[in-house]
Nanobody, 128 residues
Framework: EVQLVESGGALVQAGGSLRLSCSYS????????IGWFRQAPGKGRQGVAC????????YYGDSVKGRFTISSDNAENTVYLQMNSLKPEDTAVYYC?????????????????????WGQGTQVTVSS
């Protein structure tokens, strides 16, 4: 059974930092990607960052480039999202998700419906 579990969400002041973790298990796909998405109240699910297993390539949403960094520890089956210079508009529930890559990926990494499995989410609140 595929499982993804997020942790690390918290209340933080603007300008602060947080590191989210996504621990995954229960699969052995040849190639896959782990993405971070977020959803604020009343808004759609937005792609934040993604990392692909086969080549380690990373992708970022425009609103987080230069502030967030995605990384992976393959030995620990964990993907991290380091978030620096946090802003109130970063407030959202953050989800990690798994995409069993079977075709072109780079241009569609940010589309939530392309992902096959999701974690339960972790709340990040940035106060001004």
């Amino acid at each position: 059974e595929v499982q993804l579990v997020e942790s690390g969400g918290a209340l933080v002041q603007a300008g602060g930092s947080l590191r989210l973790s996504c621990s995954y298990s229960g699969f052995s796909f040849e190639d896959y990607a782990i993405g971070w998405f977020r959803q604020a109240p009343g808004k759609g699910r937005q792609g934040v960052a993604c990392i692909r297993k086969s080549d380690g390539r990373t992708y970022y949403g425009d609103s987080v480039k230069g502030r967030f960094t995605i990384s992976s520890d393959n030995a620990e089956n964990t993907v991290y999202l380091q978030m620096n210079s946090l802003k109130p508009e970063d407030t959202a529930v953050y989800y990690c998700a798994l995409d069993k890559i079977s075709g072109p990926f780079g241009r569609t990494w940010h589309l939530f419906f392309g992902y096959d499995y999701w974690g339960q989410g972790t709340q990040v609140t940035v106060s001004s």
